[in-house]
């Protein structure tokens, strides 16, 4: 339901033009002026919808000016809506200055939830969402775009941010000089257009994916970058790159899921991921890969260590091991292959040893 004399925040899509809600095409169809980052840009999809709302330009570079117009038209005349070239207005586009006008002057401010590149990307980045940061645009030059990835490169969680074409190269490799290239990132390119690709792996190894081919130079990007807390598994098995575009303009994509090898685990073990933390684990407890039991051994797969009777002592010191490399889930999944137990004992068991029981918040 409109109300007058409120300024609607509407998004719109980031590439799919059929991603526009019921919600935001009634919203734009019932205000009296819209207002667009670029009308060129925006006409053809408000065609597409049927809307025929007149459209004025807001910038960066009139929005000041623009302010105090819209604020005027708005309490006087009657709603408005804001829209940017894709996604959600005021995620670094223009905006910020017109709401902040609204609110001084009492003006209605509404949003009109829907499409953001930010949020698109971390759904499909396989990477912790949990807590994340976004912080825009890197610089344009490459020493302040360092100085300006040094002030990020210790925090805990995922940072997102967006680069343009002709940068994501020489940002990429500033990334890994300055994160290092063993670092663990998703690059997601023209997310649901009809190449949408998506580049999972190190910086260096997506680095090198798009300096091999011009195609992963073009378009929009959105880059997620692992935060030092992250001690997970990597995604792809098979070179990295997931196709999952739309076949022909305007149509929905499918694409394969896959998984790899772990990595952010220590230096001692990124080569040889869960292999090498198993083999942490086994020296824990005094069990060689040759006095591993074989398939009618194993709860899981033949990869149960032979403990004998100190299974509970075995299975402890397994647990301590792994909870230094791993989160409880996957400690969990190993302990139960190597220690012939049941996923349900070795993850309550886990928690335990972390120092709270299984049945605490």
């Known amino acids: 339901m409109r109300s007058e004399h409120t300024l609607y925040i509407v998004a719109t899509p980031i590439g799919h033009r059929d991603d526009l809600s019921p919600r935001a095409i009634e919203t734009l169809r019932g205000v009296t002026r819209i ?39 708005v309490g006087s005349v009657g709603s408005a809506a804001l829209i940017t070239d894709a996604g959600t207005p005021l995620i670094s586009d223009p905006g910020f200055r017109v709401v902040r006008a609204c609110r001084r002057a009492g003006v209605r401010v509404s949003p009109v939830p829907g499409p953001c590149a930010v949020s698109a990307a971390l759904s499909v980045g396989g990477l912790p969402t949990d807590r994340f940061q976004f912080v825009g645009f890197p610089p ?27 940068r994501i190269a020489d940002s990429l490799a500033d990334l890994g000089a300055v994160f290092g290239a063993t670092r663990e990132m998703t690059l997601a390119r023209e997310l649901t257009k009809r190449h949408e690709t998506l580049s999972h792996g190190t910086v260096a190894e997506v680095l090198e994916r798009v300096r091999a081919d011009p195609d992963q130079r073009r378009g929009e990007f959105v880059l997620m970058v692992a935060g030092t807390a992250w001690r997970g598994e990597s995604v792809t098995a098979t070179g990295g790159v997931t196709g999952v575009g739309p076949g022909a303009a305007g149509e929905a ?22 292999t090498g933390v198993r083999g942490m684990a086994r020296d824990a407890v005094g069990v060689g890969a040759d006095d591993e039991s074989g398939a009618d051994g194993s ?29 409880p889930k996957d400690v969990a999944r190993c302990a139960a292959e190597l220690c012939g137990v049941s996923r349900r004992v070795a993850y309550d068991r886990a928690l335990e040893r972390r120092g709270r029981g299984p049945n605490r918040r």
Do not use: F
């Not at 040094?150 to 967006?162: E, F, G, K, N």
């Not at 694409?255 to 772990?262: C, K, Q, R, V, Y």
């Not at 709860?299 to 791993?326: K, Y």
């Open 140 to 166: 344009s030059r490459s020493a302040a775009r360092r100085n300006w990835l040094a002030m990020l490169a210790d925090v805990p969680h995922t940072l997102v941010l967006y680069e343009s074409p002709h």
């Open 253 to 274: 994509g499918t694409g394969d899921a896959s998984i790899g090898t772990p990595r952010g685990l220590p230096v001692a073990t990124v080569d040889d991921g869960v």
């Open 299 to 327: 709860a899981e797969g033949g990869t149960a260590l032979a403990v004998g009777g100190g299974g509970a002592p075995a299975l402890d010191r397994v647990l301590d091991v792994l909870l230094g490399h791993l989160p």
């Open 35 to 73: 207002y667009a980052e670029d009308t060129r840009h925006s006409l053809p999809l408000m065609r597409h919808h049927g809307i025929e709302t007149r459209l004025h330009a807001l910038h960066e570079h009139n929005e000041v000016a623009e302010a105090a117009r819209i604020v005027e038209h």
